[in-house]
């Protein structure tokens, strides 16, 4: 990438700062209750769920952000996709590029999005979670015809694709039980979320963030708010992740905890949650002398569900703060924006906010 290009440069004010204020606030919550249950079938049932669900709910009211340890996922999983990752993103540009992302094929490599309108310090492989993943093929409202994202493989390194099919499994199974203990935390049934997400458009991301010769100056992605319901963040020990914390609005660096994931609630579970719980603005960090790779995977419902506040948590005193949107038509908005660098903001949340 070399020099900087002044597509990537932040306006001054969103530009990282130099002191770095290091997350002691952020929860770090041990799930071991919930997987040292021999039929995890009614985890509701069993006493020390209830102190991990209050825990939950406070990480998800306080912060939206929180790191998990003792979460079920396989050691060895993560380090197949992560090493497989490593070696896809150090082959030649011209190598990567055979499996290009375009308007029409969603998932594959991608070296220039951009958050906000400015180019991000990155390259992306992406990859649908159900293969194939059925969305509207348009954005227009009246337009009702479907249609499918598949995935492309690169031919190198061959294990890339097997290593992202099982860590996917493994994962998607930590991001259910999460959404089971959030449903329990907001005074609902574990299996509350379960069916928005049988016909799944989650999605799994391998990011790499080359070292960056102007890293007051760029950034790795710039601050934004994730979409779906929850992100199941996998980081390495570089560094470089902020949280924008909702007391003060201050950056505070997520440290680097060996193992464990991080996760955050999303758009769709402000939503859902009419606010009890929102979804927090982050960024990414970048540094002239290491590179960086992290993994994030979108939970993300069917692309029929209308998003919505959940009735149970709305009433004549706390009406629903939202009207109901179509999530396929809203990801199919935000996925051809992607290609093009906008003069106006991405569609949000807030557009479909109700007035007060
Ligand atoms: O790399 C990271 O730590 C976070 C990336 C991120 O926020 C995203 O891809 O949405
Ligand atoms: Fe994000």
């Given at each position: 990438m070399g020099e900087v290009d002044p597509a990537f440069i932040q306006d001054p004010e969103h530009r990282p700062k130099l002191s770095i204020i290091e997350a002691e606030g952020i929860p770090l919550i041990d799930l071991s209750p919930i997987n040292s249950?021999?039929?995890?079938?009614?985890?509701?049932?069993?006493?020390?769920i209830e102190g991990l669900v209050r825990e939950i709910g406070s990480a998800c009211k306080d912060w939206g952000f929180f790191q998990v340890i003792n979460?079920?996922?396989?050691l060895a999983k993560r380090e197949k996709i992560e090493t497989a990752a490593r070696k896809f993103f150090a082959q030649p540009l011209e190598e990567k590029r055979k499996i290009r992302r375009d308007e029409k094929i969603v998932a594959g490599y991608y070296d220039t999005e951009h958050t906000k309108n400015v180019r991000d310090w990155k390259e992306v492989f992406d990859f649908v979670v159900e293969e194939p993943t059925l969305v509207p093929?348009?954005?227009?409202?009246e337009d009702k015809e479907e249609t499918q994202w598949i995935n492309q493989w690169p031919e190198?390194?061959?294990e890339l694709r097997p290593a992202c099919e099982e860590y996917a499994r493994e994962v998607e199974k930590l991001a259910l039980k999460l959404m089971g203990l959030i449903a329990l935390s907001l005074g609902?049934?574990?299996?509350?979320?379960?069916s928005y997400f049988k016909d799944q458009t989650s999605f799994i991301r391998l990011n790499h963030y080359p070292p960056c010769p102007s890293p007051r100056l760029a950034l790795g992605v710039g601050r934004h708010k994730d979409g779906g319901a929850l992100t199941v963040l996998a980081q390495d020990d570089v560094g470089g992740l902020e949280v924008k914390r909702k007391t003060d609005g201050e950056w505070i660096r997520v440290k680097p905890t060996p193992n464990a994931y991080i996760i955050n609630v999303g758009d769709v579970i402000q939503v859902w949650s009419n606010e009890r719980y929102e979804s927090v603005e982050h960024r990414v960090m970048v540094n002239s002398e290491k590179e960086r790779f992290s993994i994030p995977f979108f939970l993300s419902p069917a692309h029929y569900t209308q998003v919505k506040p959940l009735e149970e948590l709305t009433n004549e005193r706390n009406p629903a703060k939202y009207k109901p949107y179509s999530w396929g038509k809203f990801i199919t908005h935000r996925k051809l924006s992607n290609f093009k660098k906008l003069s106006t903001e991405n569609i949000q949340i807030y557009h479909f906010k109700v007035s007060e």
């Open positions: 249950i021999p039929t995890p079938d009614s985890i509701s049932e069993l006493k020390a979460h079920g996922v396989a093929a348009s954005p227009d409202p190198n390194p061959p609902l049934p574990e299996d509350r979320f379960n």
